[in-house]
């Protein structure tokens, strides 16, 4: 059972490419969302799933896109990076209904767009 | 849509004393309020939560207590120990659509000295 798992750890990017975040759970949890943290901020929403296929937006969605063709994988992508999208992602999951059993985070991705 | 504000945003104790972190939220509709911790480089871990029938919450050394007439929540850590040294986020969330979506504070960095 590795939980939530993110990949990869770091990535430095050039302002245009593209991208796809990973995260994978072995939980079997219906609800995965994408959070971004920037110092001072706090985490914030990007996008969320409630189950496979099925996706909504967060507070900041922009510039990012999201998919669930399964219960286990909910990958980000980014179309064209930019260097405001520099951050640290967060995917987290959860069993319905999530407030009964609390939301476990993968280890994170550092991003740099350079 | 839901607004968090998290108070203060560095809070320096001695071993020992007690740390009180305090969230107000905006929408009334809220019902679930769980406290995150995070520790330099890690992933946000859940260390306790309270729901809106509860007036307060506690385990071991810390507590939060809720006050829903005025809209916020407080984390009291009693007893602080060097490793208590992290930064803390609230969070704020309804059921919307049978998904709790968390919207967190800016997070507070905790600094317990020996």
């Known amino acids: 059972n590795a939980g939530v798992t993110q990949t990869p750890k770091f990535q430095v990017l050039k302002t245009g490419q593209s991208m796809t975040l990973q995260c994978a759970q072995d939980?079997?949890?219906?609800?995965m969302s994408w959070y971004r943290q920037d110092p001072g901020m706090g985490l914030r929403l990007i996008h969320y799933?409630?189950?496979?296929?099925?996706?909504d937006q967060g507070e900041v969605p922009n510039g990012y896109n999201v998919s669930r063709s399964t219960t286990e994988d909910f990958p980000l992508r980014l179309l064209s990076a930019a260097p405001s999208q520099t951050s640290v992602y967060f995917c987290?999951?959860?069993?319905?209904?999530?407030?009964?059993?609390?939301?476990?985070f993968g280890s994170g991705t550092r991003l740099t767009v350079v | 849509g839901e607004n968090v504000e998290q108070h203060p945003s560095t809070l320096s104790v001695q071993e020992g004393d007690s740390a009180v972190i305090k969230c107000t939220y905006s929408?009334?509709?809220?019902?679930?309020f769980p406290w995150y911790k995070q520790e330099l480089g890690k992933r946000p871990q859940l260390i306790i939560d309270?729901?809106?029938?509860?007036g307060e919450k506690k385990d071991q050394r810390i507590a939060v207590t809720l006050n829903k007439t005025a809209k916020h929540f407080s984390l009291h850590i009693t007893e602080t120990q060097p490793e208590d040294s992290a930064v803390y986020f609230c969070?704020?969330?309804?059921?919307?659509?049978?998904?709790?979506?968390?919207?967190f504070g800016a997070g507070t960095r905790l600094a317990v000295h020996p």
């Open positions: 969070a704020a969330s309804k059921n919307t659509g049978g998904y709790n979506k968390l919207i």
């Open positions: 309270i729901r809106s029938n509860v």
């Open positions: 987290a999951s959860s069993y319905r209904p999530a407030e009964s059993y609390g939301y476990t």
């Open positions: 929408d009334s509709a809220s019902n679930y």
């Open positions: 939980m079997n949890h219906e609800y």
């Open positions: 799933s409630v189950g496979a296929g099925i996706t």
